[in-house]
């Protein structure tokens, strides 16, 4: 196993050489041949234990192991105490999941602290076949089949290609030493029912089961690759615009698809969305017509889907006095700058002319009020700000990141759109300030 070991270090885990390494470490079997196969081959690498204090005392004599294994081979080790179950209660999680969002936010802090490259765990081959066999029981797609990834980010799992015998057998020629976690040996967790159960008879109905499931998984990561290709391609198609916050989609472009869910589905399961049939369903939704993931939303704004990261709204409210020159806007990608002058030049969406004297300051720029109206310039009368913006076809997105400038209660102008003509400069304005936009460089 060790000259297997070094060969993968060499074809596939090239980068881990000579750069600082966090391997997570239980004491259990696992854990202590990675442990063991990372220090024979000279890699730099410190060592991270969590105490989840779900077992009472074997919890804290694991900890005590590892520390000991830790000093007397001279390794620098971090370790930490979870209330697990408590932080499982508030949470609403399983113990199972509070413990790995615990123990995988903690990798990350300490790497990050610590200047360290990448985190290395010790999941093996019949780790994978089990988180397979899970995601087939539970229904899945081609995701669901290809297994733990070796590399995901900072995450490294180079232990993927061996097997538990293995692993074992190897344990037991170098006399290695380890701990037994007696909750492994549960079967009312799903993945313990499926290690001892399951798989071994498996095994004995196939004694080559997991060397076809590893060559099968690598057939499926080819196919997987395949695909990420050819939706690169597809995405070209209907792709109508990419902005800075948002990507536009073309909704007649994802119908003229053959089998437009499948397509949605590889288009946005990178945003976290799950229920396909109402993402489906929003390509026939009327305009206006919203769902969200856990962390974005796509948007039906006539023949097109848009999609933006799901974020608080930015409450903005500035004054504005008379001496100002340039203000700074929160959440939004531009400056505005004032300035008094005593002449009209051209007039765009980005630079606006306003009588002075007709102002009454401090000026106020803030979110824009349901409710409110104004008069806008080159039009008669006077017109709801929500009817002004229906009637101009604002997104969804658009009319959330509106900002008016008020004079007391009334609308000077809908910043970057429409001036309100009662506070528009003319040629018989003695005093004008000249207002403009200034894009960041990033807009």
């Not at 113990?95 to 200047?115: G, I, K, S």
């Not at 962390?295 to 999609?307: A, E, M, P």
């Not at 300051?361 to 009368?381: A, Q, T």
Request: aromatic share 10%; hydrophobic share 40%; proline share 2%.
């Amino acid at each position: 196993m060790f000259k297997a070991f070094q060969n993968l270090l060499k074809t596939q885990f090239s980068f881990l050489k000579d750069t600082p390494l966090l391997l997570a470490v239980s004491g259990g079997l696992d854990s202590m041949v990675l442990t063991d196969l990372c220090r024979k081959s000279g890699l730099n690498f410190s060592l991270a234990h969590c105490n989840f204090q779900l077992r009472g005392d074997e919890s804290d004599v694991d900890e005590y192991f590892i520390k000991t294994y830790a000093k007397s081979h001279d390794i620098k080790i971090f370790n930490t105490s979870f209330e697990t179950s408590s932080v499982a209660k508030i949470t609403k999680q399983s113990t199972q999941m509070a413990a790995r969002q615990l123990r995988y936010d903690w990798f990350e802090t300490l790497r990050t602290q610590h200047e360290l490259e990448y985190v290395l765990t010790a999941h093996h081959a019949d780790d994978n076949l089990e988180t397979v066999l899970i995601n087939l029981s539970r229904g899945t797609g081609l995701d669901g089949l290809v297994g733990i990834p070796e590399i995901n980010e900072s995450i490294v799992r180079p232990l993927l290609a061996f097997s538990r015998d293995t692993i074992h057998s190897y344990a037991i020629q170098e006399q290695l030493e380890w701990r037994e976690d007696s909750s492994n040996k549960s079967t009312k967790y799903l993945r313990n029912n499926m290690r001892h159960t399951i798989i071994p008879l498996l095994k004995t109905l196939n004694p080559a089961f997991i060397e076809n499931f590893q060559t099968t998984l690598n057939h499926l990561k080819d196919t997987q690759s395949v695909l990420g290709d050819y939706i690169l391609e597809v995405e070209d198609k209907v792709i109508a615009s990419i902005h800075e916050d948002q990507i536009v989609y073309d909704v007649d472009q994802i119908k003229a698809l053959n089998n437009p869910k499948a397509y949605l589905y590889q288009l946005f399961k990178a945003y976290n969305f799950t229920d396909w049939t109402q993402l489906t369903a929003l390509l026939e939704a009327q305009s206006g017509k919203l769902i969200n993931s856990s962390t974005h939303r796509l948007i039906k704004n006539r023949s097109q889907l848009i999609l933006s990261t799901l974020k608080d709204a930015t409450e903005v409210s500035i004054s504005i006095e008379a001496t100002h020159k340039v203000i700074s806007v929160p959440g939004q990608l531009f400056d505005l700058k004032l300035d008094i002058t005593s002449a009209i030049g051209p007039i765009s969406d980005d630079i606006l002319y306003l009588d002075f004297e007709s102002l009454n300051f401090p000026l106020v720029l803030s979110n824009w009020k349901e409710g409110d109206y104004f008069y806008p310039s080159g039009m008669k009368g006077r017109k709801k700000l929500s009817k002004y913006f229906k009637d101009e076809k604002l997104s969804l997105i658009e009319k959330e990141n509106a900002l008016v400038m008020y004079s007391g209660d009334a609308v000077v102008c809908i910043v970057g759109r429409r001036a309100d003509q009662r506070f528009i400069a003319t040629q018989n304005s003695t005093k004008i300030l000249k207002l403009s936009i200034e894009h960041n460089a990033h807009s």
